[in-house]
């Protein structure tokens, strides 16, 4: 069974950084590309980033390009995201995705449960 | 970037009912487009992607349509398991969109 779970959320103070981490089980990691997609709160949902199956090609919403960065670590099935300079909107539930294929992006499933971040100001 | 609006935004239906949501693409998508499920306190589940193929286990009352710039989902017989918000999002191309949710509650 895949299974995505997802760590690191919490408290951040705005300016401030903060890293989250997606342990992935139940699937070949390096054969599917990966990402990040948020739900703020009383929002819609809002792709983040994505990351190819290998870690060589990595994509960004213009909202977090520059301050967030995607990456994996194919030898420990493990996905990040490393939040810099954050700002009171990036408070949100930041969700881990498992892609269709390695260089295939946007058909997410199945969905981490999800880690809630909050920024204070 | 490409915009998507769904419609409507909420819908109120009976267990039964027949249940249509509709997403329009700002620019011709080539059927890639997606759908979801969430409920309260969850995370979002896949139910549908490129326009018409079901993911594994959803059920046969689900289904998709479109093509272009304009998509639907249809649920027939809407069961109490779904009363829920859904998401189209399209996989065209960077950045990845979604559509503003549209909300199904029960009349």
């Known amino acids: 069974e895949v299974q995505l779970l997802e760590s690191g959320g919490g408290w951040g103070q705005r300016g401030g950084s903060l890293r989250l981490s997606c342990a992935a089980s139940?699937?070949?990691?390096?054969?599917?590309?990966m990402g990040w997609v948020r739900r703020a709160p009383g929002k819609g949902l809002e792709w983040v980033s994505s990351?190819?199956?290998?870690?060589?090609?990595?994509y960004y919403a213009d909202s977090v390009q520059g301050r967030f960065t995607i990456a994996r670590d194919n030898s420990k099935n493990t996905l990040s995201l490393l939040m810099n300079n954050v700002r009171v909107d990036d408070t949100a539930v930041y969700y881990c995705v498992k892609d269709h294929t390695a260089k295939e992006y946007g058909r997410f499933d199945p969905w981490g449960q999800g880690t809630l971040v909050t920024v204070a100001s | 970037d490409i915009q998507m609006t769904q419609s409507p935004s909420s819908v109120s239906a009976s267990v039964g009912d027949r249940v249509t949501i509709t997403c329009r693409a700002s620019?011709?998508?080539?059927?890639?487009l997606g759908w979801y499920q969430q409920k309260p306190g969850r995370a979002p589940k896949s139910l549908i992607y490129?326009?018409?193929h079901l993911q594994s286990g959803v059920p046969s009352r689900f289904s998709g349509s479109g093509s272009g710039t304009d998509y639907t989902l249809t649920i027939t017989s809407l069961q109490p398991d779904d009363f829920a918000t859904y998401y189209c999002?399209?996989?065209?191309?960077?950045?990845?969109?979604f559509g503003g949710g549209t909300k199904v509650d029960i009349k």
């Open positions: 999002q399209q996989s065209h191309s960077f950045p990845l969109t």
């Open positions: 139940g699937f070949t990691f390096s054969n599917y590309a």
């Open positions: 490129d326009t018409r």
């Open positions: 620019q011709n998508i080539a059927s890639l």
């Open positions: 990351i190819s199956g290998s870690g060589d090609t990595t």
